[in-house]
């Protein structure tokens, strides 16, 4: 690719970060403080697609902030896998925002301000770590948004809340500092380099195939936020967050940076050809299938609305893990693809989630019979939603899911291939029941009356990410290609 000396990536990244200081100054207007935040959002989101035709046509941009160790920049670059991570956060946290105003006003939650600028710090980072030009940078990145976040998940400042976030921080810092990080010294000694690269750095080195092993174990372990177990005790904990900001944990930033570390580290510091040469791919797939159908089976039992879509998550992550550790090329392209996919459709369903709590108090699904009724486009999103994350057309989930079928088959791994459909089966069985008690089940006796759609603000976001779910089932196209032009030499 022909990487251009811009501005503009830096941009991407700054405008959130600065605009946290005009948000926390708003904090006596709130219709201002909201109007900085939409606007720091749609604006965020128009610098990152300026860049996007460049990237299509294989040019790309690339800022260098300075050089820390010899070798080692602190730089951003866009190239195709971080244009296509930027593009879904940047989009989705516009609607993030919206929803946000609409549910935090609704229920008159405290500590707004210090909510909005938090949101603006983490989007900031998420940013950074798309564009991350080599594993140093995505690493500082990685640890600003984990501090980051750690405001919005014990927002509610009770016991349960900071028992939560000292969990969040503990699993995402101790992993990433005490796994991550020596990894990351490791590759330095041996590369002399931590810049992303197609084909990998690794190969080149010499080191032993026992080393590499241990070298990939501590990054897939070390980046946390990926929710593979048993490192995903922080994910069902965080729900205790505000709905929006489990909605942005789970679809617009935070395990999705976990994902993306972890499948840059596979495509371009490892690189396909080596993990294929080391027989590494089959086990770390197979490891991740372990986490696929257990968090699914946990998700059965969950009658937290919020705790089963958690587990579910955890589950779905594991899907873009395994797709890569195919090392084919249909598998690879479902894995990076299918990050888009679940984006769009779990935020979908924490967006409807909340609109349930804001418009009813209800967060249990056996206090949901019936309540599809008076809620019905709630409900009619949640199960596009479903659908899509369940992987049945025309939602877009059956896009990225068909890629990873193809890619086990063109892997030979059948028993790889079985797992996928039972996972699709256990997500259609713990999330159909839901959509059946909603609007078939007939409401209890002692059922409140007047419950309607939540306000504006809330309806809005969840039911222009349902229709996108829809939409990319028949246009995938900009996010198919930059996936294949991430993955494919």
């Given at each position: ?125 998420t940013i950074g770590i798309a564009f991350a030009a080599n594993l140093f940078t ?352």
């Amino acid at each position: 690719m022909d990487f251009h000396p811009s501005i503009w990536p830096l941009a991407a990244v700054l405008i959130s970060l600065l605009g946290a200081l005009p948000i926390m100054l708003s904090a006596r207007t709130p219709n201002l403080r909201e109007g900085w935040t939409l606007i720091i959002a749609v604006g965020k989101f128009l610098i990152v697609a300026s860049m996007l035709p460049s990237v299509l046509a294989g040019g790309g941009f690339v800022f260098t902030l300075a050089e820390v160790f010899p070798g080692v920049p602190i730089q951003l670059r866009v190239d195709p896998m971080g244009m296509f991570f930027a593009l879904i956060a940047s989009f989705l946290w516009i609607f993030t925002s919206l929803y946000s105003i609409g549910y935090m006003r609704a229920l008159d939650e405290h500590g707004q301000t210090r909510y909005f600028a938090s949101f603006a710090v983490a989007i900031s980072a998420t940013i950074g770590i798309a564009f991350a030009a080599n594993l140093f940078t995505m690493y500082l990145f990685y640890e600003v948004l984990s501090l980051s976040t750690y405001p919005l998940v014990a927002h509610e400042q009770n016991a349960e809340a900071r028992t939560s976030g000292r969990r969040y921080l503990s699993l995402i810092l101790g992993t990433s500092i005490g796994l991550a990080l020596p990894a990351m010294l490791v590759v330095y000694s041996l590369a002399g380099t931590l810049d992303f690269t197609t084909g990998g750095i690794l190969a080149a080195t010499g080191a032993s195939p026992s080393t590499l092993a241990l070298l990939l174990a501590l990054f897939v372990f070390g980046f946390a936020k990926a929710g593979i177990m048993p490192f995903h005790a922080w994910l069902p904990a965080a729900m205790v967050a505000p709905t929006p900001v489990s909605s942005f944990l789970h679809g617009v930033a935070v395990v999705k940076a976990g994902v993306f570390s972890i499948i840059r580290v596979l495509v371009d510091i490892f690189g396909i050809d080596l993990l294929a040469s080391l027989n590494l791919g089959a086990p770390l797939a197979y490891f991740v299938c372990i986490t696929i159908l257990a968090a699914s089976l946990v998700a059965l039992t969950q009658d937290n609305l919020k705790r089963r879509l958690a587990y579910s998550t955890v589950g779905q992550l594991s899907y873009m893990v395994l797709g890569v550790a195919l090392l084919s090329a249909s598998g690879v392209t479902g894995g990076v693809l299918h990050i888009a996919m679940h984006a769009f459709g779990k935020i979908t369903l924490f967006f409807c989630a909340g609109a349930i709590y804001v418009a009813s108090h209800k967060k249990y699904i056996s206090q949901m019979d019936g309540l599809g009724r008076t809620m019905p486009i709630t409900f009619g999103a949640f199960f596009l939603g479903a659908m899509s994350i369940i992987g049945l057309p025309p939602l877009g989930g059956f896009i990225s899911k068909w890629y990873l079928v193809i890619g086990a088959v063109q892997a030979d791994q059948l028993p790889i291939l079985l797992v996928l459909l039972t996972s699709s089966l256990l997500n259609a069985a713990y999330f159909l029941p839901i959509v059946y008690r909603a609007f078939f089940a007939p409401p209890p006796p002692d059922a409140p009356v007047g419950i309607k759609e939540a306000p504006i603000f809330c309806l809005v976001p969840l039911v222009v990410t349902a229709l996108c779910s829809l939409t990319l089932f028949f246009y995938p196209t900009i996010f198919l290609r930059l996936a294949q032009a991430a993955v494919l030499p």
